[in-house]
């Protein structure tokens, strides 16, 4: 599996480029925006979360990288509806964002279940 910490860094990477591609409108400009602050916030409390100075510490980061991810998929959902794009790369990134939830979600459980257990 790839190393998080580049997968969630190369998301944010990939969604810039993608952003790169929407048209230049008002009402295109706010909603890039909120996907480049979403996607980035992924990989920056990702990498927050590593050097965690307590398991319920890198528990509430994760949560944030969980959030973000989904906060990310919404945005993309919003520009394949408002766009009527069906490409690969739309399709793509929803995927991966997708994908960031899950692992992150059983990563918060998996450390969920470890302290419930050292209790």
Known sequence: MQDLKLRTKKF????IAF????????????????????????????????PAKSD????????????????SMYWLEIFKEILFVNDEENERLIKEAS???????????TVRKRLNNNR
């Open 56 to 71: 319920k510490d890198f528990i509430n980061k994760l949560k944030i990288v969980e959030e973000e991810a989904d906060e």
């Open 19 to 50: 952003c790169k591609t929407i048209p230049k409108s008002r009402e295109f400009d706010s909603l890039v925006r909120q996907l480049i602050r979403s996607s980035s916030s992924v990989g920056a409390n990702y990498r927050a979360a590593n």
């Open 12 to 15: 944010n990477l990939d969604c």
């Open 99 to 109: 994908e960031l939830v899950a692992i992150t979600v059983s990563s918060i459980m």
